[in-house]
C-alpha cells in the first residue's frame, strides 16, 4: 500500500523487514521478491508519483573533466525511478567482464557470470525479453551480438497495481533520506524527510540503497561523514571507480553486402571482438553499432569514401544509383576502465535539505581510445577480407587528439562508486552486496559493478536484485537481525 506521509509510517513507530531507498528496476524487483516472501518491506521514493522540476533539482550535479554533461538529465526522481525514460536495450554480460583481462586494471567482480545465470531467466521475464538469440562468428576475430529489446517496461507501471495491493510492503512518496544513525556495526535508523523537510526516523532490520549510481555513492559518503567514519571503516574505495560507457561515433561504412550483418528492427547490428581476442590483445570490451542510414545519409557516406578512395567512392555511387548497398554510421558504446580517479565526491554546495550536492569526476584515456579503434580495425579488415563492405574511421580515433565533445558522449549509464570486492579496501560491499564493516547495510544497483563490460546495465541490474533479494530472505539471516 502507499503511505500517506514520512510522518504517518514515524507515528507508527514500526520495525519493517527491510528498508528499501529509491525505487527504480532495484529498489521495485526487490520490493516485490521480498514481499513475495513474506518480509514486512518499507519502499521509500525520494519523489513523487511523476516528474516535478523541483524535485529534479535535487539531483543538480558539476562535473569536473574535458568532457561535460549534465547528470540529472539521465535520472528521474519520481516513482519508478530511470525506468520511466529506459530504452530497453538489454543482453547479460559476457563471461570474461567478470576477470581482470587487463594487466594493472582492477577490473574483477568477486563473483562469476555462472553467480547470475541462475536468475537470467527470472530477469527476463520481469523486462519481458523476447527469446535470446546466439552469438555467431563473423571471422575469426569478430562476432555478432544480438541485442534485446523490452517494450520496455516501465516498472512504476507495471508494479504499482501489486504494491498498492500489499498488506507487507509499505510505499512512501516524497520520502527523501538524508541521513544514516550508525549504533554498534548496525544501521539503527534512517533519517527521512517529507516535504516540509522536517526529519523523522525510521527503523528497519536491513537496509539496501537502491537510488542509483550516483546517489548510491553520495548517500554513502554523507552518511559516513556524519557518523564518523564507522559506516564505511575502510573509505578509500567509497565513491572511486565511478565509471560511464563511452557513446561516440568512429566513422562510417560502405556495404556492398549488408546481408553479411543481422539488421534488427532499429536497423542497428550489432558486433564485437570475440572474447579470446580481448584477452590476448588486452582491450576493453567494445560493442560496435552499424547502424543504416536513409539514402540521402548513404550518398554523402558515398562521397566521403571517395575523398580517401576514389575509385571506391565512384564505385559506391554507381552501386547506389542501382540500390545495391547502403551506408551505414559506425557508432561504438563500450567499456571504461575503472580508475580511482573517477569519482563521486560531495560537493561545496547543499541542497535544499542540506546535503552536499554529488560532484563527478570523470575522463577516458588512451585505454579507452585504443581499445574502440582496435575494435573498429578488426571489423574494417574482416568487411574487406570478405568483400562486403569498406570502413572509414575518423581522424579522432586513429590519432590522439580529444575525444569530439559534439557526440553522445556516454550512455547515461552510472555505474561504480560503491563497488564489489572481497577486500574491504578495494571495494565497498562484499560478494552479497553487504557493506564492509556494517552487518545490515546493502547496496543495489549499478553502482557496485566492479566493471561495466559493454553491454547495457539494466539486465544486470535486475539479476542482482534478484540474488540479493534470495540473500535477504534466508531464514537465517532474518533470524540473525532479529
Known amino acids: ?206 537496509v539496501v540503497l537502491c537510488a542509483g549510481g550516483i546517489e548510491n555513492s553520495r548517500l554513502l559518503l554523507w552518511a559516513n561523514a556524519c557518523n564518523g567514519g564507522r559506516i564505511v571503516p575502510e573509505p578509500y574505495a567509497l565513491g572511486r571507480y565511478w565509471f560511464e560507457h563511452p557513446h561516440f561515433t568512429l566513422g562510417e561504412a560502405w556495404l556492398e553486402d549488408d546481408s553479411a550483418f543481422a539488421f534488427d528492427r532499429w536497423s542497428i547490428a550489432w558486433v564485437a571482438p570475440m572474447q579470446h581476442v580481448l584477452r590476448d590483445q588486452g582491450m576493453l570490451n567494445v560493442g560496435l553499432r552499424l547502424t543504416r542510414q536513409h539514402r540521402e545519409t548513404a550518398r554523402e557516406i558515398a562521397v566521403r569514401l571517395g575523398c580517401v578512395a576514389p575509385a571506391l567512392g565512384r564505385a559506391a555511387l554507381s552501386q547506389l544509383g542501382r540500390r545495391l548497398t547502403c551506408g551505414v554510421l559506425l557508432r561504438a558504446s563500450w567499456e571504461q576502465a575503472p580508475q580511482p580517479w573517477n569519482r563521486v565526491v560531495l560537493s561545496a554546495d547543499r541542497d535544499r535539505l542540506g546535503v552536499p550536492r554529488a560532484e563527478l569526476h570523470w575522463r577516458l584515456g588512451d585505454l579507452e581510445r585504443t581499445s574502440a579503434r582496435n575494435a573498429a580495425l578488426m571489423l574494417a579488415t574482416e568487411c574487406a577480407r570478405r568483400g562486403v563492405g569498406r570502413v572509414r574511421l575518423d581522424d579522432w580515433v586513429l590519432a590522439r587528439g580529444a575525444f569530439p565533445a559534439d557526440d553522445e558522449i556516454k550512455g547515461n549509464h552510472h555505474m561504480g562508486g560503491t563497488r564489489m570486492s572481497r577486500d574491504a579496501r578495494r571495494g565497498v560491499v562484499d560478494a552479497n552486496c553487504r557493506v564492509h564493516g556494517c552487518a545490515n547495510l546493502f547496496v543495489a544497483g549499478s553502482s557496485v559493478f566492479p566493471s561495466g563490460g559493454a553491454s547495457n546495465p539494466t539486465l544486470t541490474i535486475v539479476q542482482l536484485a534478484l540474488r540479493l533479494a534470495d540473500h535477504l530472505a534466508r531464514p537465517a539471516r532474518a533470524q540473525a537481525l532479529t
Open 1 to 206: 500500500m502507499f503511505a500517506e506521509s514520512v510522518a504517518e509510517i514515524a507515528r507508527g513507530r514500526r520495525l519493517f523487514d527491510v528498508c528499501l531507498v529509491g525505487s527504480g528496476p532495484a529498489g521495485i524487483t526487490l520490493a516485490s521478491e521480498l514481499d513475495a516472501r513474506g518480509l514486512s518491506v518499507l519502499l521509500l521514493e525520494a519523489g513523487g508519483a511523476h516528474v516535478d522540476p523541483a524535485s529534479q533539482e535535487m539531483f543538480e550535479a558539476e562535473v569536473v573533466g574535458p568532457l561535460r554533461f549534465d547528470p540529472a538529465v539521465a535520472r528521474l526522481r519520481c516513482f519508478g525511478g530511470s525506468s520511466n525514460h529506459w530504452g530497453g536495450f538489454c543482453r547479460p554480460l559476457d563471461a570474461i567482464d567478470f576477470e581482470d583481462k587487463i594487466p594493472g586494471i582492477d577490473s574483477a567482480w568477486p563473483i562469476a557470470r555462472s553467480d547470475l545465470d541462475p536468475f537470467l531467466g527470472r530477469a527476463e521475464a520481469i523486462l519481458e525479453l523476447p527469446a535470446a538469440q546466439p552469438d555467431t562468428a563473423f571471422g575469426e576475430r569478430v562476432r555478432h551480438t544480438p541485442m534485446r529489446y523490452s517494450p520496455p517496461v516501465h516498472f512504476a507501471v507495471k508494479y504499482r497495481p501489486l504494491l498498492q495491493r500489499s498488506s507487507r510492503t509499505l510505499v512512501a512518496l516524497d520520502a527523501c533520506v538524508v541521513g544514516l544513525q550508525e549504533r554498534a556495526g548496525h544501521i539503527h535508523a534512517l533519517q527521512v524527510c517529507g516535504p516540509d523537510g522536517v526529519p523523522h526516523a525510521l527503523r528497519a532490520r536491513q
